[in-house]
């Protein structure tokens, strides 16, 4: 049976795209790197998804991806990263030059202190290799919020300031300061900040951080928040120009329609999302969206308004699309298949499409 190949939009059809920095199909393209929010398979175990995240960290590796992030949300069944700090080092460890980090982890729920000691130790164990991509959401629901926080209540100011602790407890010690990260203080552990709106660009750009959006599941505010981080950007001791990453769902496939079939495991995760009914990654489903209403197929492609789905020409085709509509970096790929080898078989042809091959 034929499978109907659904194109998503690209940034060109957002509203609000302008040409600005064209970046031409002549060009190179951003390098690579992956975010994995190591997903629990129906059928498989937290075991199975934590090596699947080893085995894909060392796979894309050997294809040149600049980094390997893990995400922190916890009390989601399909989620196997809430421990992002301990997962961070577990495939540190299994890796051998690739920068590994958070993508991220979510600061309010969590001292500076004890980030700074975290992140420190691994920077001691992996010199030159650890990120630390830091949110403020709290990655998670209202009740498991209250329980990771215990009575702290978040405003809107304790980001910026949690920030600029974790940059003093990283950076070196300074005379008379009375609290130091052991291990951390001169790691100097390089800070990325994250958003999926224009409150983390702005402090970015004013901090002169490098910068990452959500674009993998919160596409809307993606340009806007560019514009506002570039224009905005103040040249810092760690970063002289902006540096902007974006997150990028891709299934790729030798052809359209299989990846389209593919995708549906992702369709299904977005759905589940939507509709608050969080599970484990599902099987591919023939003609998902097909079986599914319209409010519900429209908001599925609105939450991936950026992602790339089909074969090797397609996908060189999108990645030059996004290229030119952000003028990204970087992109971190994200790339839910339900099955492993054909997980490893997408990012192998994103890779190559991403070179030209």
Request: proline letters at 8%; charged letters at 20%; zero cysteines.
């Amino acid at each position: 049976m034929r499978r109907e190949v659904r194109y998503f939009p690209t940034p060109a059809q957002m509203p609000g795209h302008s040409h600005n920095d064209p970046m031409s199909s002549s060009k190179s393209l951003p390098p690579l790197s992956m975010l994995d929010l190591v997903a629990v398979r129906e059928g498989a175990s937290v075991a199975d998804a934590l090596d699947l995240a080893v085995r894909t960290a060392q796979h894309v590796e050997q294809l040149g991806f600049r980094r390997y992030w893990v995400a922190e949300h916890h009390n989601m069944p399909g989620i196997a990263s809430s421990a992002t700090a301990v997962l961070v080092g577990h495939i540190a460890g299994k890796t051998q030059s690739m920068r590994v980090g958070s993508g991220g982890i979510m600061l309010p729920n969590h001292a500076p202190l004890v980030v700074a000691e975290a992140f420190g130790t691994l920077a001691e164990l992996y010199p030159g290799r650890i990120d630390l991509g830091l949110g403020r959401a709290p990655g998670t629901d209202g009740p498991t919020m209250r329980a990771l926080r215990r009575d702290r209540v978040e405003t809107e100011e304790d980001f910026p300031r949690d920030v600029a602790e974790l940059e003093r407890l990283l950076g070196p010690a300074q005379p008379g300061q009375r609290i130091t990260a052991v291990p951390g203080n001169g790691t100097n552990v390089p800070i990325w900040l994250l958003g999926s709106s224009m409150f983390s660009a702005q402090l970015a750009a004013e901090k002169g951080l490098p910068y990452a959006f959500a674009s993998h599941f919160a596409p809307r505010f993606l340009l806007p928040a560019l514009e506002i981080y570039r224009a905005r950007f103040k040249p810092s001791a760690v970063l002289q120009k902006p540096y902007a990453m974006i997150g990028v769902p891709v299934i790729a496939a030798p052809t359209d329609e299989e990846a389209t079939y593919l995708a549906s495991s992702t369709f299904q995760r977005v759905l589940s999302i939507l509709t608050n009914q969080r599970g484990l990654l599902q099987p591919p489903v023939e003609n998902f969206m097909h079986s599914i209403g319209e409010r519900e197929r429209e908001a599925i492609a609105d939450f991936l308004a950026v992602s790339v789905i089909g074969g090797p020409q397609t996908v060189r085709q999108g990645f030059e699309a996004l290229a030119e509509a952000t003028g990204a970096d970087e992109f971190i790929l994200v790339s839910d298949i339900y099955n492993p080898a054909l997980r490893l078989q997408s990012l192998d042809i994103a890779a190559a499409a991403a070179r030209g091959d």
